[in-house]
Structures are given as C-alpha cells and as structure tokens.
Nanobody
Framework: QVQLVESGGGLGQAGGSLRLSCAAS????????MGWFRQAPGKEREFVAA????????YYADSVKGRFTISRDNDKNTVYLQMNSLKPEDTAIYYC????????????????WGQGTQVTVSS
C-alpha cells in the first residue's frame, strides 16, 4: 500500500499562485509515477499532471499547461504541484495519485489516491 497525504491547499486569488505538496509513505517512492487530479463541484474527476518515476517526462492537461508545474523529490518522498496564474475555474478538490505508469494517470486511472485538498480561487 501507498499512503498519500496532500497539503498546501487553500484560498488563492485569480492570477496568483499556490503550491500543493503530497507526502508518500508505505512503498518505495521512486518505484511510482506520481500525479495530480482534481474534481470541481458537479464535475467528474479529471487528470491534471503526472511525472515519471525518475522525474523525467511530465504530462499535463491542456487546461493547465504552461501554468502548472509538477515536480518530485525522491529523497523526501514528496511530489509538488506549483500552480501559477490561477483562474477561478481551477477551484476544485485536488488529489494526489500514485501508479506504476504515468501514462495510466493521463488516462484517468491510478492505483493509489490521497484524500484530497481543497483549492479555491477567487476572482
């Protein structure tokens, strides 16, 4: 099992920045690709970003490309999501996820999920 705990959510302003963190435990962190998903009220959960096990290839949803950056620190067992140029439509619960393959997450799936952290962007 992999346990994932998100932090860093909260209230941001349009045009501003927030950084989410996700601490992993339970299995060897570097054996897993990591990702972020989000679910807005009344909508289905959607893929946001993923990063490969080595931290090399990264993948982004079109809606966040150029604004969000995913990164990981394998020594700290932590993955980050830097969110810049925030928009009100970024308001959602953000979930950290872990899977053997980043590609799987780009298709909406994942083996492990965190509990989520709320991000609210005011206009």
């Amino acid at each position: 099992q992999v346990q994932l705990v998100e932090s860093g959510g909260g209230l941001g302003q349009a045009g501003g920045s927030l950084r989410l963190s996700c601490a992993a435990s339970g299995r060897t962190f570097s054996n897993y690709a990591m990702g972020w998903f989000r679910q807005a009220p009344g909508k289905e959960r959607e893929f946001v970003a993923a990063i490969s096990r080595s931290g090399g290839p990264t993948y982004y949803a079109d809606s966040v490309k150029g604004r969000f950056t995913i990164s990981r620190d394998n020594d700290k067992n932590t993955v980050y999501l830097q969110m810049n140029s925030l928009k009100p439509e970024d308001t959602a619960i953000y979930y950290c996820a872990a899977d053997r393959l980043a590609f799987i997450m780009t298709k909406g799936g994942s083996d492990y999920w965190g509990q989520g952290t709320q991000v609210t962007v005011s206009s």
